[in-house]
T-cell receptor, first 114, second 116 residues
Framework: AQSVTQLDSHVSVSEGTPVLLRCNYS??????LFWYVQHPNKGLQLLLK??????LVKGINGFEAEFKKSETSFHLTKPSAHMSDAAEYFC????????????FGGGTRLMVKP | ETGVTQTPRHLVMGMTNKKSLKCEQH?????MYWYKQSAKKPLELMFV???????ENNSVPSRFSPECPNSSHLFLHLHTLQPEDSALYLC???????????????FGQGTRLTVV
């Protein structure tokens, strides 16, 4: 079994300040972890993925995430928020032992204030 | 542009209508998925096809009927829907999910369905 918890349903930051979106996962297997972003009325776009290589993963648009097995976390960060980062972000887990099915977190809506 | 195209982008239908959603991918993937995204709910997996065979039906009501004629195309046939079926329906594709690990999915832009 596997699950994902995104600890904040809404996060609000000012433009130019750091972004932290929190994600904790649970999996009985060695997981792969992903972050997707969804802009209004759009599909989901892959930001980055962790695949058991380097624990610090760099993605598109300046985002990165660190896999911490001891904390079962995969938090998404960005040093400086931009207005265009306003969107919904989904943390996702999959595992071969779970048939590679993607399990989605509930999403975090990021708002960026000018 | 993710390589996954969904049509139509928007659909309004009455409860007695029959309509179909279409999804097409040219990524050479062998697995395709339908997801339902409702307001204030987590993304719900509806159906999974691997190599044109349905491998997952997540307790979806029979008024939703999927069809996968080949690995590049996926349809969702709709009939006698209810207003609570109004949602964004997302199609996705990936490499063969049964064999490979670390398989991310590529999503279409979705069809916004409104049932009146």
């Amino acid at each position: 079994a596997q699950s994902v918890t995104q600890l904040d349903s809404h996060v609000s930051v000012s433009e130019g300040t750091p972004v932290l979106l929190r994600c904790n996962y649970s999996s009985s297997y060695s997981p792969s972890l992903f972050w997707y972003v969804q802009h209004p009325n759009k599909g989901l776009q892959l930001l980055l993925k962790y695949t058991s290589a380097a624990t610090l993963v760099k993605g598109i648009n300046g985002f990165e995430a660190e896999f911490k097995k001891s904390e079962t976390s995969f938090h998404l960060t960005k040093p400086s928020a931009h207005m265009s980062d306003a969107a919904e972000y989904f943390c996702v887990v999959s595992a071969r032992g779970a048939g590679n099915m993607l399990t989605f977190g509930g999403g975090t809506r990021l708002m960026v204030k000018p | 542009e993710t390589g996954v195209t969904q049509t139509p982008r928007h659909l309004v239908m009455g409860m007695t209508n029959k309509k179909s959603l279409k999804c097409e991918q040219h990524l050479g993937h062998n697995a395709m998925y339908w997801y339902k995204q409702s307001a204030k709910k987590p993304l719900e997996l509806m159906f999974v096809y691997n190599f044109k065979e349905q491998t997952e039906n997540n307790s979806v009501p029979s008024r939703f009927s999927p069809e996968c004629p080949n690995s590049s195309h996926l349809f969702l046939h709709l009939h006698t829907l209810q207003p609570e079926d109004s949602a964004l329906y997302l199609c996705a594709s990936s490499q063969d999910g049964r064999q490979l690990v670390n398989t991310e999915a590529f999503f279409g832009q979705g069809t916004r369905l409104t049932v009146v």
